[in-house]
């Protein structure tokens, strides 16, 4: 088996950007009197889209569900205008991306596109990709298989040449869905325990060479 195309998600996968997350998420909270969020709280938080994450904050807040419109706006006008403060990609993800550069490769987030595009941006790792996806690209978003097979089809490649690369169980679970390998990293935002269902588990950016490479 060859892969030709290695589909990666963003955030806790290629990079850091929890503490940017929470600064958004908190300032647009607190501008409605509501009680913020520790980083470590918005880490298990982000993965299920800007949407889900304000949902949570005000399940767990117990705020009235007619803020969603209200604080979903302010997130992300402020998130956008503070993408990359403190945003960081993973040691060894330029390096890696550099090794891999015969292989076709995709971001598919959970994120909305244009703040996907803006992260890679801003992180100048845009230009290692061949296609951007973000939570409102496609008609479904992860963990639906549609984005993976749309993507596979756009570049004409099969599942057994395919390969998805995240932080979570729905990474997972999308890749399951889709019919292809998955890789789970261990050093992203959710517990090894999440991850155990994947086909192969790595601890740094770089394992990943070796499992693309012997495939």
Known sequence: MTIELIIFDLDGTLVDSCEDIKNALNYCLKL???????????????????????????????????????????????YSNNIAVYTKPYPEVSDILDKLYDIK?????????????????????????????????????????????????????????TLIVGDSNIDIETGKSAGIKTVAVTYGYRERELLKDADFIIDRFSDLLSIVRKT
């Open 32 to 78: 409605r009197g509501l009680e913020g969020f520790s980083q470590d709280e918005v880490r298990k938080m982000v993965g299920e889209g800007v949407k889900r994450l304000i949902e949570q904050a005000i399940e767990k807040r117990g705020a009235k569900k007619d803020l969603l419109e209200e604080l979903l706006n302010c997130f992300v006008s402020y």
């Open 105 to 161: 490769k995709a971001v598919i987030s959970n994120k909305l596109s244009f703040l996907t595009i803006k992260t890679l941006e801003k992180l100048n790792l845009l230009h290692y990709f061949d296609f951007v996806a973000g939570s409102d690209t496609f008609s479904q978003q992860k963990p639906s298989p549609v984005p993976i097979l749309e993507t596979m089809k756009k570049f004409n490649v099969s599942q057994e040449n």
